[in-house]
């Protein structure tokens, strides 16, 4: 679970502060303890107070705020973070390959261009200004997606061989308009379109891991890490795995499959159902696998305390089978504190199955439901009423997605801040 480390202590909202309410208006002091009690009673200890349930905010590099780039937009987040109850910010500093912070590993034209409109580095100023307020920070780095940045340093550098390929043989740097080719172009499309990293490719996983190494080390007052497109391609429609040799599946450039062949002595692609299409399927998630585990120990290597988060797929199974993103086991292995689900839907009930499964999962303390609270703009009573339907659950954390379409609403805005203060005030 999630714990706010000095200095960041702050009054608790929500259902922590409904139990110091409780407690506040219990009457007179109690009773001295009757010596004819046991002392197995008098020794009791006292409860533990209700953790603090967190609430955080998406805020985009590239959204309509583009909060990094404009100083008084930054003091304006905090306020409104403030007024929303947030306890946490994954501010995007990472996006496409380039860097809206001090960097050489990415590409710094943001930085340097925000740097001259406002003549600060505006992440510091954040960093500041959220710490004065009690507010943690997470840095928000979108890992293996390169967005439509097919020029990104990481591409130039390693070459070709570093984007992911299909079974087909063809590099997501040649889909045209990054849209599946012909002749499966009738059949499927890409679900986010984008330049994707190989994490099997050689020298992927040491240059991602050194871009946030040095992220963390010019920055060491982040509070988080938080990993976002850590994952394969999401083509429609998903297919299991790839054994069953249709739709499109990726991680079949030929430097990754000579990797696969050296170490395990097989050759892809497989066809047919014989099985061995599942060596490789585990062989690809591993590769995700370790990278993740990879960046978490060269963060906490840089600070101890940080905590480490990722942006995962509800549909944790789909995630697994389609997507190379088995992020249950980066739980379990320790490399994530925690995860936030992104259970985007209009769906009501469908939200209900998510938040209920995830609650009672072995993960439940560790997991945290991410709302697509833009879905309900012009509705702010539905994006209430799914707040809600989360708040009554053990989640020990929501995420809102997203503060740039939260701002763009006032209605929404004005709703949740209203929800906020009756949160605080402890008020059903």
Not at 198 to 223: F, H, N, Q, S
Not at 353 to 373: L, M, N, Q
Not at 395 to 414: K, M, N, T
Request: some cysteine.
């Amino acid at each position: 679970m999630f714990t706010l480390h000095p200095p960041f202590s702050r009054p608790a909202h929500g259902l922590a502060v409904v139990v110091a309410l409780v407690c506040l208006g219990c009457g007179s002091e109690p009773e001295p303890a009757s010596p004819t009690g046991s002392p197995e009673q008098a020794s009791q200890p006292a409860p533990e107070p209700a953790p603090e349930r967190r609430r955080a905010l998406w805020v985009l590099c590239e959204g309509s705020q583009r909060v990094l780039e404009d100083s008084t937009k930054v003091l304006r987040l905090v306020e409104d973070a403030e007024a929303l109850g947030a306890t946490d910010l994954f501010v995007q500093v990472y996006r496409g390959g380039r860097a809206w912070y001090d960097a050489t590993l990415a590409d710094p034209e943001p930085y340097q261009q925000l740097l001259a409109a406002t003549g600060q580095d505006t992440l510091r100023l954040l960093l500041q200004e959220a710490h004065a307020a009690g507010i943690a920070v997470h840095a928000w780095v979108n890992v293996l997606s390169l967005a439509g940045n097919r020029n990104a340093p990481i591409v130039r550098d390693l070459g070709r061989s570093s984007v992911l390929v299909d079974r087909h043989g063809r590099s997501l740097l040649d889909y045209p308009g990054l849209e599946v080719p012909p002749p499966q172009a009738g059949h499927y499309r890409m679900g986010t379109r984008g330049v994707y990293l190989d994490a099997g490719a050689p020298g992927v996983r040491d240059r991602i891991v050194a871009t946030y190494r040095e992220l963390l080390e010019r920055y060491p007052e982040l509070d988080g890490l938080h990993l976002d497109y850590i994952r394969h391609p999401d083509v429609l429609p998903f297919i299991p795995g790839s054994g069953f040799g249709v739709g499109l599946d990726f991680g079949y450039g030929a430097e990754t499959r000579e990797r696969f062949r050296q170490e395990t002595g097989n050759q892809a692609p497989f066809q047919g159902r014989g099985g061995a299409h599942r060596g490789w399927d585990a062989w690809q998630r591993d590769q995700v696998t370790e990278l993740v585990a990879a960046i978490a120990a060269a963060a906490r290597g840089v600070r101890p305390a940080l905590q480490m988060s990722a942006a995962v797929a509800s549909h944790a199974d789909r995630a697994y089978l389609s997507l190379a993103q088995d992020w249950r086991s980066w739980l379990d292995a320790g490399s994530l504190d925690f995860a936030v689900v992104m259970a985007y839907t209009l769906d009501d009930r469908m939200l209900d199955y998510h938040v209920d499964a995830f609650t009672r999962s072995k993960w439940g303390d560790r997991t945290w439901i991410g709302t697509g609270t833009w879905l309900f703009a012009k509705r702010p009573q539905r994006a209430l009423d799914q707040l809600a339907l989360v708040r009554a659950s053990t989640a020990p954390g929501e995420a809102l997605f997203s503060y740039d379409s939260i701002v763009d609403a006032p209605a929404l805005l004005s709703a949740l801040q209203q929800e906020a203060a009756r949160e605080s005030a402890g008020a059903p």
